[in-house]
């Protein structure tokens, strides 16, 4: 590895060379200035992220789903017009990035540091260390004012110097910050080696299974207004699927949409999903899974060790009223709801990957006989009559599980 000189730092920029094996560093406003003595000079650019007064403790890189918001809410940005200034006070943290935008050839890297002019004011500037081959965008600066008086700064002025040097050619390793038009915030929380530090945590898992109607959406609502729970949806990956092939995301074509991921993927597709989700993003300790439509998703949740079902169910005829008032099946007749929901039933002969609420009822009542399946028929339940259902279910659930939840 050897640190280019000016004259070769001049050549790697011209515009001769083909792009792919060409320094960029734009825009350059005065290059005689700027390169000079081995390095290059990058100025400051206008925009500035700040921290704000908080009354969070700590941010806790282990708890990568909230640090992810409380990262968001605990910074706001200031846009500095050119000829204007920003102030830095004693001990504040600001970041803030280069005016110029550089793209490196996979032969190039470069190392990052402040102008020991602005140190010995006492502004401390730090930077990625290394510029790593390949790399295109802006380079956030993490700006520290370690002085007792407020430094003023300007955007455009020279603010930190790049030695580059030049090594075998590497192939590009994407990061995180790649292609940055600006300062970036801290994205911690996507490092693969945070699970590692982690506390072991499980996690209570409550599926809810039955016809439309019977309550299943409600319930999930009310544990997560009431309890704390994260809500997620066998469905949400169905309606996604639906919408890509530019369906619109009605009862019918959820159902052929859902029984066609199930047929070419396997039954329990669905769930294998929503468990990778649960698995990588997802932190807090109670969770509730709504639309399990078909067994093979209930025999794959029930092999994690605190997973619970819940059966909904209810008379025909209320479910379809209930369905009409929430709009859900405002434009179905009654006959229409009776097919669909004959053939979200399903039966013996039904294919493995169809829809067959029948049979996930019936797991219900197996579960029961393990302690880990609860059913309720909500035909003459009031909404406060089905909450202290549910409230007496997860009652139940924690006498078996020690899990906190009422």
């Known amino acids: ?117 602005w140190g010995r004011l006492g502004l401390s500037i730090a930077t990625r260390p290394a510029i790593t081959p390949g790399y295109k965008g802006t380079l956030t600066l993490e700006l520290i004012n370690l002085g007792n008086i407020p430094i003023v700064l300007y955007p455009c002025t020279r603010i930190i110097q790049l030695s580059i040097y030049k090594i075998g050619k590497e192939k590009h390793r994407t990061t995180k910050y790649d292609l940055s038009t600006g300062p970036e915030y801290s994205r911690i929380y996507e490092d693969d080696d945070i699970p590692i530090i982690q506390p072991s945590r499980r996690q209570l898992i409550i599926g809810l299974t039955g016809p439309m109607g019977a309550g299943k959406t409600t319930t999930a609502a009310y544990l997560e207004k009431n309890f704390g729970f994260i809500r997620l949806s066998l469905a949400h990956f169905v309606r996604r699927e639906t919408i890509r092939r530019g369906l619109p995301p009605t009862p019918r074509y959820m159902r052929d949409i859902g029984n066609y991921l199930r047929e070419s993927h396997g039954p329990s597709v669905l769930a294998d999903r929503i468990l990778e989700k649960i698995k990588k993003e997802i932190l807090t300790r109670l969770i509730v899974i709504d639309g399990i439509r078909n067994p093979g998703e209930i025999e794959r949740l029930r092999k994690e060790p605190d997973f619970f079902l819940i059966g909904m169910n209810a008379d025909r005829e209320i479910r379809y009223r209930r369905e009409q008032a929430l709009g859900e099946g405002a434009s179905l007749s009654f006959e229409m709801f009776c097919s669909l929901d004959e053939e979200d039933t399903g039966g013996d002969d039904w294919p493995e990957y169809a829809q067959q609420i029948g049979k996930c009822l019936q797991l219900v009542r197996e579960m029961e006989k393990e302690g880990r399946g609860f059913y309720i028929d909500t035909s003459g339940m009031s909404p406060s009559e089905q909450y202290q259902a549910i409230e007496d279910i997860l009652r139940r659930i924690e006498s078996k599980t020690g899990f906190k939840i009422v």
């Not at 005016?99 to 002019?117: D, I, K, Q």
């Open 1 to 117: 590895m050897s640190i280019l000189s000016t004259e070769e730092i001049i050549e790697y920029m011209s515009p001769a060379r083909p792009l792919n094996e060409r320094l960029i560093i734009t825009p350059l406003l005065e290059p005689d200035k700027q390169i000079k003595g081995g390095t290059v000079d990058l100025r400051l650019g206008n925009r500035f992220i700040v921290s704000k007064r908080t009354r969070l403790s700590a941010l806790d890189i282990a708890r990568q789903e909230e640090l992810r918001y409380e990262i968001e809410q605990y910074h706001e940005e200031h846009y500095v017009r050119f000829g204007h200034s920003f102030v830095l006070h004693p001990r504040e943290l600001v970041l803030s990035s280069t005016l110029e935008y550089v793209s490196f050839p996979p032969n190039l890297t470069a190392h990052a540091g402040g102008r020991s002019s």
